[in-house]
């Protein structure tokens, strides 16, 4: 039996509301490989989020890691998480013939506190991709919604950042060319 001691982890936060959620490999593991994994994983996230009834407002995928953005209407994280990791882990070992879990440990979350906060967040995530040096634009990175939510693209129809979007402009379009300059000087302080 191992006695080492086991890190305590925080409860739960299960309360209706804004999470940012973080998922990673196990190391040295990718958590996708190519384009493929990138899209077996969308398709689980857009059956999670119509199963649990969530709003997926932001999400960015990177070769190691994501991060989702979600507004979820009841205590359903913890259970449509799990759903989402483990089926797509399935997804992930049948195709690469790998054996044993694809994430390092639980999710992490955090629930978003204010509005000023989910700027930040979804400034963060959109800018993820420009950190890790996939790019120097966040719109550029195909595997994030980014460009979806600022209307540069149409890849990701299921993601909904009204919620963001509201605070920023008194129409959708406004509001996307606010974001898209919020972040572009945000990214400027980056590079």
Known sequence: ??????????????????????????????????????????????????????????????????????????ESLPEGMHWLSSEYGKDYNARHGRVGALVRERYWSRRIESDSDLLGVVTYVALNPVEAGLGDEPEHWHWSSYATTVGLADNFPFVDATVLLAQLGPSPARAARALRGHVADRNRCVR
């Open 1 to 74: 039996m191992d006695e080492r001691p086991r890190r305590r982890q925080r409860p739960r936060d299960t309360a209706p509301g804004i999470q940012h959620v973080i998922v990673g490999a196990a190391s040295p593991e990718l958590y996708y490989r190519d384009d493929v994994d990138h899209a077996t994983w969308t398709r689980r996230l857009v059956a999670a989020v119509d199963r649990h009834e969530w709003t997926c407002v932001a999400f960015c995928q990177l070769p190691t890691h994501l991060h989702l953005v979600l507004d979820v209407p009841n």
